[in-house]
């Protein structure tokens, strides 16, 4: 169950000359709705503004706007728990991959409902390592763009919905990410997180953690190129994304990367930097919320 | 000017959900139609299946059958030169890049007139070379899918209309293909043509003047690691794809990769392996065309 807009209007189709369809020319937001306020929306905007400009797509000073728009048109002030999609492509082609500087971009808004995370959020999750490894390309790094073919191979490595998360190396074997999150662990008392400067999503969330670690002096973070070993000599493991929020990695159930069967399935405890972030969001939430 | 179906349909959109837009999540075939004939169909159609093999996306029995009479219906006899598009997605999803066993992939069929390539063909063309640089990734490589956004960044680093293509390389400096082409050169008396086990797009023209090579025994076919210099030393060079068959490089007018303003442009000769090699393909044509 969904409601969307394309281009403003009522609708839930495209042109299949668009270069979001042909070439994944674009990129999405993935927005937390609750009690009809978007959480996060300038860190949104902000990050999309700043990856259109990288791939020379328009980012028209209107277009927050127009996005603000269609969500509240949308949402019609809805209190249900919801996920907004924003999807910015390049607008339509002609034959070939040419930049037609004449083009329109195709603004596209979809809100559906919110998964329910409590059991999650109160217990962590489960997690996978993949064996599908991510390109090292600084070009397209950090990037939230519509190019997610090596997302969608490594979310086919697992079938069992006891598992939430699969963890991704890149080609030279660094943890890098989650398939739909960012990655954290805590070890020594310093919280680490995979150097993003070559390989995967750059997330509003993660660096709404790294901040609050800041502002709170909770703990000093690092990011760095790190080994699958590094992560699961952990003390505490956590995934981020703009939809859940923060979750704890209580299990690395599998190593898929290796043919090793003897893989012992690692617990991790729910930790007090987990829980102390958890806590911290819910606060910041509080606060900047206009309710 | 072109015509489209989807799904078989006479119809120019699809849906907002389909995975093509949302992730790249498809395949895609650009086929060259002689007088109502499209040329090395089988190559086409096998390259796909294989390639969704690799993506594990469905490709029923039926699928080769259905893209056909899609494209008999768009041609419907006409013998105007044309360029046919096949597209091919996984489908409509959910949100989150978790495969839907259930779903339906998506079959898009688009015919347009070919452009005009007889002065090209016959004088060869002028490249750059591309500062854009090509991840390694050999998950994806050789596939032609819709993740694309590396060829839409290196195609939007000329404007000339004097050039045709731009050259790229991958993260490690080799050089790869052009951007909708594969390569070849040729240097003391062997093709060269670049390795594509971890970048870059397995042209079935590629394929086809490798087997014309064999076949007629007309020079012996290397592929490798090369660099610039390599492709800047040679005697002859050429650019293949399924659209425009086989066009010479004549001209390697500027080198965006470095910031040596002291690139001299290069020339080169309308050599012979590649004048026998578009004949050869032409006669190949005649031979097989069942007119």
């Given at each position: ?50 990856s259109a400009k990288r791939l020379k797509i ?71 390592l993949c064996q599908t490894q991510l390109a ?30 699969g963890i991704v190396c890149d080609t030279q ?119």
């Open positions: 169950m969904s409601a969307h807009l394309v281009n403003g209007q009522s609708d839930n189709r495209l042109s299949i000359s668009d270069r979001g369809l042909n070439y994944g020319d674009g990129l999405f937001e993935t927005i937390q709705i609750r009690d009809a306020v978007p959480l996060l929306w300038q860190a949104h905007i902000s990050r999309m503004r700043t328009d980012f028209p000073e209107s277009l927050e706007v127009s996005f603000f728009n269609d969500f509240e048109k949308l949402c019609n002030g809805s209190t249900a728990p919801l996920v907004l999609k924003l999807m910015l492509t390049r607008g339509e082609t002609q034959r070939g991959y040419k930049i037609d500087p004449k083009a329109s971009i195709t603004r596209i808004t979809i809100l559906s409902l919110a998964p329910n995370l409590v059991k999650l959020t109160r217990d962590g999750i489960s997690v996978v090292r390309q600084p070009l397209l790094a950090g990037i939230k763009h519509l190019n997610r073919l090596e997302q969608v191979m490594a979310r086919s490595e697992w079938q069992a919905t006891s598992i939430t998360e074997g660094y943890v890098i990410e989650g398939c739909m999150s960012n990655l954290f662990w805590v070890k020594n008392n310093i919280l680490h997180t995979p150097d993003l400067s070559l390989s995967g999503v750059e997330g509003v969330m993660r660096n709404q953690v790294i901040e609050l670690c800041k502002e709170h002096q909770l703990i000093d973070t690092r990011s760095g190129f790190y080994s699958k070993q590094d992560l699961l000599n952990a003390d505490e493991i956590f995934i981020t994304n703009s939809v859940f929020d923060i979750l704890a990695v209580v299990n690395v159930e599998a190593d898929y990367s290796t043919q090793d069967i003897m893989f012992t399935p690692r617990i991790f405890k729910f930790g007090p930097i987990t829980r102390a972030l958890q806590a911290l969001l819910q606060q910041y939430y509080l606060r900047k919320s206009p309710v």
